[in-house]
């Protein structure tokens, strides 16, 4: 199978459980691009919160962020971007807090949250690298909203959630979990299955000449969607069988594993 870009998943995947790329993962990716093929980063991070790729990856191809709710160049200048609808927002908004969930919104480049100390924000800080903004109501952000997200710890109420919002929310939303404790909602076409289309054609690659790796319930769009889909080790039984391959975890260097066994034929970078 010819592979002309890699397209990769950032929690869990691009970087470990520390949120850093490692040295084997930047030497990787490098010989990536030695050998001609394209790589590209795609997440639930917005945009901003992946800033801190672009120089250890010398990334040249669009950051994809929100699920593909934004497509940008790497000055963070926008390419495409997809908003929710307010009304569709609004529902969202409704359904997370009538079930006691922490509401987040991201909208115009701002992280809004209600609670500075909540569950998960100081986590979600370290790995974007830049706070959010505490706010009584969400107010004028809900009219370009680029994604409303659920956070909790009760991890059975979020994986029933997630079934239940997206019936809630009909054909006006996309929602999967980016994690068992963040339930993502975004446009309709702000989801990963998606986005890898876009970024094929951005890139010039023929989709079935994509590879795809990840570790969340939200890349298994991706996976239905590329030539080839190869799973973390990290991630749940059920994303690893939707996936054509799987390799070691993101703390064992899992990505760059992938890469030299099977992008560069079995030579470690």
């Known amino acids: 199978m ?14 470990d459980s520390a949120k850093e790329v490692t040295d084997r993962t930047r030497h990787a990716v490098a010989e990536l ?21 672009i120089e250890p ?25 997809r908003l929710l609808a307010v009304a569709t927002t609004h529902l969202a908004i409704d359904f997370f807090e009538r079930r006691g969930i922490d509401v987040w919104v991201f909208a115009a480049g701002n992280w809004l949250v209600r609670d500075g ?41 979020m ?21 068992p404790y963040y339930l993502d909602v975004t446009h309709p076409r702000a989801n990963k299955g998606a986005a890898v289309h876009v970024l094929a054609k951005l890139m010039q ?21 590329s030539g080839l889909s190869i799973a973390m080790g990290n ?12 390799t070691a975890s993101n703390d064992e260097d899992g990505l760059a594993q992938a890469i030299e066994r099977y992008l560069l034929g079995g030579a470690k970078a």
């Open 2 to 15: 010819k592979i002309s870009a890699l397209i990769s998943d950032v929690d869990g995947t691009l970087v």
């Open 33 to 53: 691009g030695r050998r001609g093929i394209a790589f590209a980063a795609i997440s639930g991070r917005p945009p901003e919160g992946m800033a801190m790729l």
């Open 57 to 81: 990856l010398k990334l040249s191809t669009p950051i994809t962020g929100f699920n593909g709710g934004v497509f940008a160049r790497t000055d963070l200048s926008v390419i495409e971007e």
């Open 117 to 157: 100390k909540g569950a998960h924000v100081d986590r979600e800080e370290r790995a974007v690298r830049f706070g959010p903004k505490v706010v009584k109501e969400f107010g004028a952000a809900l009219e370009a909203a680029h994604k409303v997200v659920g956070v909790s710890d009760d991890l059975e109420l």
């Open 159 to 179: 994986a029933r959630c997630e079934t239940e919002i997206q019936a809630t929310l009909g054909p006006g939303a996309s929602a999967s979990r980016s994690q």
């Open 205 to 225: 690659v023929p989709l079935g000449e994509v590879a795809v790796i990840g570790d969340g319930n939200n890349d298994i769009g991706m996976f239905e969607q």
């Open 235 to 246: 991630a749940s039984d059920v994303v690893k069988s939707k996936a054509k391959l799987v």
